[in-house]
């Protein structure tokens, strides 16, 4: 008889999206390094989805991208906003 494996996300992140145009851009605040133009700036991660249905997939491989590990590892809590705070 086949198991059944729950995985449990390693990674757990709070994204903050909000309306812009016709898409949802969001924003990983904990995700985050040195910007190329100096220490004293720092870029996060940020990315887009077209549809509220597709933000949690687009949240969620920015993620895994970001930290180089399978989708399945991350765990993405998205928050909605008007705009940017």
Not at 14 to 40: C, E, K, M, T, Y
């Amino acid at each position: 008889m086949p198991s059944t494996v729950e995985h449990t996300p390693t990674h757990v992140y709070d994204a903050f999206a909000h309306r812009d145009g016709r898409w949802w851009s969001f924003s990983i605040p904990q995700l985050n390094g040195p910007s190329p133009v100096g220490a004293d700036v720092r870029i996060e991660a940020m990315g887009q989805a077209r549809t509220l249905r597709e933000l949690r997939g687009a949240t969620r491989e920015v993620a895994a991208l970001w930290l180089d590990v399978d989708e399945t590892a991350v765990e993405v809590r998205v928050h909605l906003r008007r705009r940017w705070s």
